[in-house]
């Protein structure tokens, strides 16, 4: 079992659509949670970054912690198709430089 | 300009072909890393360098060597290449100066090659 899982997709919505991306995990010594764009032919680009359970919105995208259930998701609202891309969630613990990565889910707005 | 830029951008090459990736940014991070992207395996971690006398080895560094030539460069090489070692390869940096575990920022990959 992969200590990160993921839902690889495709996930299609129509332009305006919330978007629920969701990512769970097994070690409950993660303290630190990332999500990632990333675009074809590009790397990834952080859009945003957590510490613990809780809420932290930015714009139109809220990430979300629930270290009880092992469980975060990204909400994006008012999706656009310039939202189109895999979003990676990546998470670790207290000192740790290595990332342990979910394998992305691609994300198409429908126009 | 990209602040972490790698070098090339997409390489074809021949089993038991060395090869080297180059990794430089201008974002000043002391920390440098490298990772492979495969399907359905995500981003796994070969090396990581701290500073330029601080090399350490992720989870998959077996067939892989890095040099840290200096705090904005780490090249990643294959001595002696094997398709599959075919992937897409991200080199990433973060800054330590907030403390320890930063965000790491990632630059646009080799798309690596080996027939």
């Known amino acids: 079992q992969k200590e990160v899982e993921q839902d690889p997709g495709p996930l299609s919505v129509p332009e305006g659509a919330i978007v629920s991306l969701n990512c769970t995990y097994s070690?409950?010594?993660?303290?630190?949670f990332m999500w990632y764009r990333q675009y074809s032919r590009k790397g990834p680009e952080l859009l945003m970054y957590?510490?613990?359970?809780g809420n932290k919105e930015d714009g139109r995208f809220t990430a979300q912690v629930d270290k009880s259930s092992k469980y975060i998701s990204l909400f994006i609202r008012d999706s656009q198709p310039s939202d189109s891309a895999t979003y990676l969630c990546a998470m670790t613990n207290f000192g740790n430089e290595k990332l342990t990565f979910g394998t992305g889910t691609r994300l198409t707005i429908i126009p | 300009d990209a602040d972490v830029t790698q070098t090339p951008r997409n390489r074809i090459t021949k089993t038991g072909k060395r090869i080297m990736l180059e990794c430089s940014q201008t974002k000043g991070h002391d920390r440098m890393y490298w990772y492979r992207q495969d399907p359905g395996l995500g981003l796994r971690l070969i090396y990581y360098?701290?500073?330029?006398?601080?090399?350490n080895k992720g989870e998959i560094s077996d067939g892989y060597s890095v040099s840290r030539q200096a705090q904005a460069k780490f090249s990643l090489s294959l001595e002696s290449a094997i398709p599959n070692q075919t992937a897409l390869y991200f080199c990433?940096?973060?800054?330590?100066?907030?403390?320890?575990?930063?965000?790491?920022?990632f630059g646009d990959g080799t798309r690596l090659s080996i027939l």
């Open positions: 360098s701290f500073d330029v006398k601080d090399i």
């Open positions: 070690n409950s010594a993660f303290q630190y």
């Open positions: 957590t510490y613990s359970s």
């Open positions: 990433a940096t973060s800054d330590p100066t907030g403390g320890l575990n930063q965000p790491q920022h």
